[in-house]
Structure formats: structure tokens, C-alpha cells
């Protein structure tokens, strides 16, 4: 009984504290980035295939189980010491081969993937891009595009001796129209560059994301990263207005356009959003940016259940109404592993859930009366059952980290089994129980957290090591359980190496097959990140 009376002091201490002060601070929203991050794990080859692979719509739709058990190298040619001395030619002082250098580009952020490559290609410009891929092509070369490398499917590294195509100098801001707030850049600029360079003009990036320190324009473009603003801004297939785009053969697709409306033929830069660098390697991103708001809050909430987690929701979509800009969940595995590998304390007490809650407007005072009005609400109905506001800039920052960081925290507990799945809201926890009785005690931990705003769950699984028998009781079983209310395979990581066999779980099979026929016919010979995205019986 004391301990509820605390709790529901310290929310009307933020309460009153909203009122008193209802001028809420201007938040620069720099957030922690996972940079830095040592994995524990050893940096082996961990992905696996498992069976492929169920069509989500008819059975007569099912393709024959793949028996791969990994991709087949495909017959590129091996770099030769001519191959060097050409790109030697082309980029003085950019092209890598020593190893040591190249190693942080072999092996992927979670370090679960490695390739061996001989050789880094650091172009500055899209003519140095063209003229690579022109080479490449004609000399038979596999190619792997690569950003900051922050993926977590195995698609920006080699899988064998790809030679890499790093976007990492290809980092000037082009133009930037303040009247329309339409910014046009390389696509190898960091995105937390961009933000900051925003935010001096009043402008921010409709996309961030925790990796958002090191991860690059392009990369968010080729995977149409989605992260934790999607729900008020949407995804980049309607925040990008134009691409440059460099073809396999070397071409140069010219759609950087700039303009809100157009509608002249097939809107092609949308194929290459979310194509993971299988199509071409994009060179030059155009975005439509919102204005900074002027008034950021953040709330940090502790529920007892889902439902009163999900009912929250719903409450603080129709009493915050345009001013949300994020709704987050954790649950209390993530605040366990927040608390022990990182040292982050709870902010509240400790609640089976807890939930970040965004709000950006315009005006400070009325965005802090719909806060307290909302949060007034959400305990007197039993919703909640703690919480804190943040209204300076330290601790908004200190809040967001504990949604932020649980990739990071989660790396320093054993192996780590990610998935990247949409369903619709009201499942989301649904899929994290079940899959816990579906294991029983195999795993170490099964822990739940995500974008609930977006009805997409992140669930990762984590064991002392690499377990086949493990990994084998996960899946199918997580696909088919998600096929089975309609969900994706893949909300926001893409499918990169390690699910791009199971793609049939979510797409049927003539759209797989329409996306085998577009990749032929713009990559005919396959250079372009090979082992990726589609499946291997595509070949
Ligand atoms: O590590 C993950 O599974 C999720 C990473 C990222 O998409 C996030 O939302 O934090
Ligand atoms: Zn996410």
C-alpha cells in the first residue's frame, strides 16, 4: 500500500511539476548511440538457414523447401593484382587491402557475420561510384555496398570475397531549401550529422535512431530504416523524394528530384528504398524534413499489464492527438539487462512494463496542459502505476537511453536470436509469452521491447552461446506464428542474409518472384550484395 502511495506521489510530484512549469525545455534530441560497443560474442559465422519456407497466403503458393543449408558461391571472379591496380588507379589512397584495416568492415556490428574481403573502396563521388561498378561488372566482380555498417541481418558485409564499396566519404551536405525544408545530401552523411546540422536551421530529420551516431543517409535508405519517429512522420517510402542511384553496369539513375508532387511514369526511387543495396548502390538521398518542434517532452511510464499498456495507448492518441511523436515499450527483462550490463538504474519502480512516451509541438504550454491532462487520466482510470516527466534536456536524453540502449545492453548477455516482427498491436506481447512457453527453459532470457506506435515488436532471444537446438525450437516457429495473424518477418531490419529465406513467410510467392525478375533485370549478372534479400532458390 506504502509503496503505491509513493508511486503515485512521484507522478503527481511530475504532475505538479508540469503545471508549475508549463514551459517545457527546447530539446536538441541528441540521443546515445550504440558507438563503441564491444560484443562478447565470438565474431564466427553464425547465420544459419533453416527450411524455407511458408507462403503466408495459399498452400498451392508453397515453394519447394530450400535444402541449402548456406548460399552457393556464385560464379564471380576471385580480385586479381590487375583488379588492384585499377582501383588503385581510380582512388589514390582509397583502396584498401591492408588487413587489419579491412577487418571492421569484414565483419557486421553484431559481429555475427564475417566476410574476406582483400580490398575497401572509399569513392568520393558519384563518378568514382559509376566508374567502380563499371569495372566490377565487367570484370565479374561481386560488389557489397556498405554504410556505417549498422545492420542487424548480415546485409552490409561480404559473405565471401565481395570487394566493398564503402559510402563513407561521400559525406557533403548538397543543398538545403529552408522555405520547403527539402535537404539533399550524399548518401554516406551520418545521420546524426545531419540532425545536428538541421536543428541549427530549425529543422530535424524525420528519422532517428539509436545507431543513429554511426549509421549513414544511404544505409537508412536501403534498408528503409524505420526507428522511433515512423509514427509521426512516417517512412522514408514517403519522406524521400529523390534518389541518385548508381546502377550495376555503372549508370547513373538521375531521380534526385526535389519536388512534393510528381507524378511522370513509375515512381522508380521507391524500388530502391528497402532494397539493401541489391538493385544499386544509392549515391545522393533528397528528404523532406519536419520543422523542429518547439516544445519536446518526454514521459516515462510503468504499467502492470499489457492491456493497460495498449488501452494507454489508445487514451494518449486521443487526448495528445498530433503532438505524439513516439510510443515505445520495454518490458522488465530489458530494465534487468538496462540495470546489469550498462548500469542504467530504473527511473521508476519496477513494473512488469514500461512505456516512452514522445510529444513535439509548437506550444510549450499547451503541450504541457494535454501532457498533465492525459497523465491525470492515465492514473486515475488505473493505467499506469508510476511514472516521471522529463522536462530538461539531460534527463529526456537519460530516458530515451533506457529505450535506446537495450541493443547495446543486450550484447553483453550471451548470444543474442534477433527478430524484427509487425503484427497487429493488440498480438505484439502475445508472440513474446508464447514464445517463452514454447522454450521453456532453453533460453537464458526472451525479452520484448519495440515501436508499439507501429505495431512492431523486437524480440530477442539470448543463450550462453551460438545454439543450433535453440535456434531450431525459435524457428519456424516464430515465422509461423507470425504468418498467422498476418504479420511481417521483417518490420524494419530488412532481410538481409539471415531471413532472406524466409521471405515466403510474408510475401507470396509471384511478388517474389516479380522481385527476382526486376533484380535480373537491373543486376543481370548479380554483382550487387549478393546472398541477399531474396532467397537462394531464386538463383
Ligand atoms: O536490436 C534490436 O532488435 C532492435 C534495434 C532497433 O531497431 C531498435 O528499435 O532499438
Ligand atoms: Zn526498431
Request: charged share 20%; net charge negative.
Amino acid at each position: 500500500m506504502a509503496g503505491i502511495f509513493q508511486r503515485t506521489l512521484r507522478l503527481r510530484t511530475a504532475l505538479s511539476n508540469l503545471s508549475l512549469h508549463s514551459t517545457f525545455s527546447l530539446t536538441a534530441t541528441a540521443r546515445l548511440s550504440p558507438v563503441g560497443l564491444r560484443s562478447p560474442f565470438l565474431p564466427a559465422s553464425s547465420w544459419q538457414f533453416g527450411v524455407c519456407c511458408r507462403t503466408l497466403h495459399t498452400g498451392a503458393d508453397r515453394p519447394e523447401p530450400s535444402l541449402a543449408a548456406a548460399p552457393d558461391r556464385l560464379p564471380f571472379s576471385r580480385i586479381t593484382q590487375e583488379d588492384l591496380a585499377f582501383f588503385r588507379k581510380i582512388l589514390p589512397g582509397r583502396a584498401i587491402t591492408d588487413t587489419d584495416l579491412l577487418e571492421s568492415s569484414n565483419v557486421d556490428w553484431l559481429k555475427s557475420v564475417r566476410g574476406s574481403s582483400e580490398v575497401l573502396l572509399r569513392p568520393q563521388t558519384t563518378e568514382e561510384v559509376s566508374q567502380i561498378l563499371k569495372y566490377c561488372n565487367s570484370h565479374n566482380l561481386a560488389v557489397t555496398p556498405q554504410g556505417g555498417n549498422t545492420g542487424l541481418v548480415g546485409g552490409s558485409v561480404p559473405v565471401y570475397d565481395e570487394v566493398i564499396l564503402s559510402t563513407a566519404l561521400m559525406n557533403n551536405i548538397l543543398t538545403f531549401d529552408s522555405i520547403s525544408g527539402i535537404l539533399t545530401c550524399q548518401a554516406g552523411c551520418v545521420l546524426e550529422n545531419l540532425s545536428l546540422y538541421l536543428e541549427e536551421r530549425d529543422y530535424i530529420m524525420p528519422l532517428d535512431l539509436g545507431a543513429k551516431g554511426s549509421c549513414h543517409i544511404g544505409g537508412n535508405v536501403a534498408t528503409n530504416a524505420g526507428g522511433l519517429r515512423l509514427l509521426r512522420y512516417g517512412s522514408l517510402h514517403g519522406t524521400v523524394l529523390g534518389l541518385e542511384v548508381v546502377l550495376a553496369d555503372g549508370q547513373v539513375l538521375d531521380c534526385l528530384a526535389t519536388l512534393r508532387k510528381d507524378n511522370t511514369g513509375y515512381d522508380l526511387k521507391q524500388l530502391f528504398i528497402g532494397s539493401e543495396g541489391t538493385l544499386g548502390v544509392i549515391t545522393a538521398v533528397s528528404v523532406l524534413c519536419p520543422r523542429k518542434p518547439k516544445s519536446v517532452n518526454v514521459v516515462f511510464l510503468g504499467c502492470e499489464t499489457f492491456e493497460q499498456l495498449l488501452k494507454t495507448f489508445q487514451l494518449c492518441r486521443g487526448m495528445l492527438g498530433e503532438i505524439l511523436s513516439a510510443y515505445e515499450f520495454l518490458d522488465s527483462e530489458c530494465m534487468q539487462l538496462l540495470n546489469m550490463h550498462l548500469k542504467l538504474p530504473n527511473p521508476i519502480s519496477d513494473c512488469p512494463f514500461y512505456v516512452v512516451i514522445e510529444t513535439s509541438g509548437s506550444d510549450p504550454t499547451h503541450d504541457g496542459e494535454k501532457l498533465h491532462n492525459f497523465l491525470e487520466e492515465a492514473m486515475t482510470s488505473s493505467l499506469v502505476t508510476d511514472g516521471t516527466v522529463a522536462t530538461e534536456d539531460s534527463k529526456i536524453k537519460a530516458l530515451w537511453s533506457m529505450r535506446e540502449r537495450i541493443t547495446e545492453a543486450l550484447t553483453h548477455d550471451g548470444f543474442n536470436y534477433k527478430y524484427d516482427i509487425s503484427l497487429p498491436v493488440e498480438r505484439i506481447y502475445q508472440l513474446v509469452t508464447d514464445m517463452r512457453e514454447h522454450l521453456g527453459g532453453r533460453a537464458k532470457r526472451v525479452v520484448g521491447y519495440g515501436h508499439v506506435g507501429d505495431g512492431n515488436l523486437h524480440l530477442n532471444i539470448t543463450s550462453p552461446a551460438k545454439d543450433p537446438a535453440l535456434l531450431a525450437a525459435i524457428e519456424p516457429f516464430i515465422y509461423e506464428w507470425t504468418a498467422s495473424c498476418q504479420g511481417s518477418i521483417s518490420a524494419e531490419h530488412g532481410l538481409g542474409l539471415k531471413k532472406r529465406n524466409y521471405i515466403y513467410y510474408s510475401k507470396p510467392r509471384q511478388a517474389v518472384a516479380l522481385m527476382g525478375n526486376i533484380k535480373a533485370m537491373l543486376d543481370p549478372k548479380g554483382i550487387l550484395n549478393p546472398y541477399k534479400t531474396l532467397p537462394d532458390n531464386l538463383k
